[in-house]
């Protein structure tokens, strides 16, 4: 807590981070800005008055980290936004009744999107069998319910490229939006039991088509258990590493395509070349957004804030995808992938959102 409180005193309110903060660029409101952010934070720790709109502007964040790319004094605005979220459930303060609800469907059915768990499997391209491996396809919540083609495209690709690994009939949720919500001590209960299961199926190796999932066990995992002896990769880096060796494994299949650079793996995981270099081998035209790479825009979804700010949430997407010249859309992000999707067809955009992994998948087909 002492280091998140010389973070914040670092600031010298220049407002470098304004024009990038998602946020603020929608609603215009100071309080939902990253330098008003780092004050309510300040005050939260400091046990003094928050009214709503303060506990709003740290729940509707997207930690998208966009902020912390054009700081000049490094700050970790979305650590410390997370920091104030935990502060919140300790003041009893959050999560908010909406989160609260997400999270009592999360304990009852093992995941966070109300899903089915007798329908997790539902995507699977041919019946379940169980396979013995040290590298475990955790799919997630999105994928497995409601971006099944992210599911069953980043399964068959691997497959095909002969990648071992075994999924899991019962695999259940990774437990991100419990941290994400602020409650700490749940989620250190939750991913405990996640960690105990891995290294009793003796799993060495994570692969994840899920941006939440990736930075939930390779992030927060540690973070609150103090270790997590796995390994954590995103499907792009399993896939890119196979084929990097051999290139000629993908055909050509001549489309033009825009790519998304999703917050996570732009921002966070520096991984902005490999899904460029992965579809140009695939034979698409590879088109970029406005602003791209580290600089690009977030799609609202994102700590958990489509959950809980809706409109909020959608109009960041809507921001996002009239930048977009191609009609279709590439995304290495399952939220990414069902934000825009979602926002397009509300909103009669005409834009094909596509998961990266699809085009994968059919340029093996080819």
């Known amino acids: 807590m002492e280091n998140i409180i010389n973070q914040i005193s670092l600031c010298t309110q220049c407002g470098k981070c304004l024009d990038s903060c998602p ?21 939260v720790l400091d ?31 979305s650590k410390i936004v997370a920091a104030g979220r935990q502060k919140l459930v300790k003041r009893g303060l959050g999560p908010l009744p909406r989160g609260k609800k997400i999270i009592e469907g999360l304990l009852k059915s093992g995941n966070a999107v109300s899903g089915n768990p007798e329908k997790r499997l539902d995507w699977l391209p041919e019946p379940f069998t169980r396979t ?5 396809l955790f799919l997630g919540c999105l994928p497995s319910f409601l971006v099944k083609d992210s599911a069953s495209s980043s399964y068959l690709a691997l497959k095909r490229l002969g990648i071992d690994f075994m999924i899991l009939e019962d695999e259940g949720c990774c437990g991100t939006y419990i941290y994400e919500a602020g409650n700490v001590p749940m989620a250190k209960e939750y991913f405990q039991k996640n960690a105990d299961r891995f290294t009793s199926l003796g799993i060495k190796n994570i692969i994840v088509p899920c941006n939440g999932c ?31 060796e051999d290139s000629a494994l993908l055909n050509k299949i001549e489309r033009t395509v825009t790519y998304q650079d999703a917050c996570r793996l732009a921002r966070g995981e520096k991984m902005t ?12 035209d590879v088109k970029n957004l406005k602003v791209n790479r580290k600089q690009s825009q977030c799609c609202g979804s994102g700590g958990g804030v489509r959950s809980l700010y809706r409109d909020l949430s959608d109009r960041m997407a809507i921001a996002l995808l009239n930048t977009a010249t191609e009609e279709t859309l590439v995304s290495s992000c399952p939220f990414c992938t069902f934000q825009l999707r979602s926002a397009a067809r509300i909103n009669g955009i005409k834009k094909e959102i596509t998961y990266f992994s699809t085009l994968v998948l059919e340029s093996l087909n080819e």
């Open 214 to 244: 990736m930075k939930c066990f390779k992030y927060f995992y540690p973070e609150v258990l103090g270790e997590f002896p796995f390994q954590v990769s995103h499907v792009i880096e399993a896939i890119y590493n196979k084929v990097k």
């Open 273 to 284: 070349e490999q899904p460029r270099e992965l579809l140009s081998w695939c034979g698409c």
């Open 23 to 43: 946020t603020y660029q929608i609603t215009g409101d100071a309080l939902f800005s990253p330098l008003q952010r780092l004050q309510t934070v300040s005050e």
């Open 132 to 136: 013995e491996s040290d590298t475990l």
């Open 47 to 77: 046990g003094g008055l928050v009214s709503g709109r303060m506990i709003e502007s740290l729940y509707n964040c997207t930690k998208c980290m966009a902020c912390e790319t054009f700081c000049p004094e490094d700050i970790k605005i």
